[in-house]
């Protein structure tokens, strides 16, 4: 068995920390494809919950992720700027329309 030293272990952990940019300069922009817009979305509230509709709704909104959350079930709380979730009902219609 090896033994592994307290310097060689400090030097491990060191190289995972999260370094800060230098002072001065702006660190890069996040590029997200596929941002959601909710406003377009809504306007599918009411319709019967279908692959096509969903299809139309990601062209609509702009989103690249479409999450389908049926009744009663619970999603993860997690954003994610490209991503359009829609609610329905026992019947299949879309109560619901959020970009999250």
Known sequence: MRR?????IAALL?????????AGETPPARDVKGTCQRE?????????????????????????????VPPRTAVTMDFSPSRLTVSFDDDLVVTKVSCT
């Open 4 to 8: 592994v030293s307290s310097p060689a």
């Open 14 to 22: 060191a190289s995972c920390a999260a370094t800060t940019p230098p």
């Open 40 to 68: 377009p979305g809504q306007r599918f509230i009411g319709m019967k919950a279908s692959g096509a509709l969903g299809r139309e709704m990601l062209a609509a909104t702009g989103a690249t992720v479409l999450r389908w």
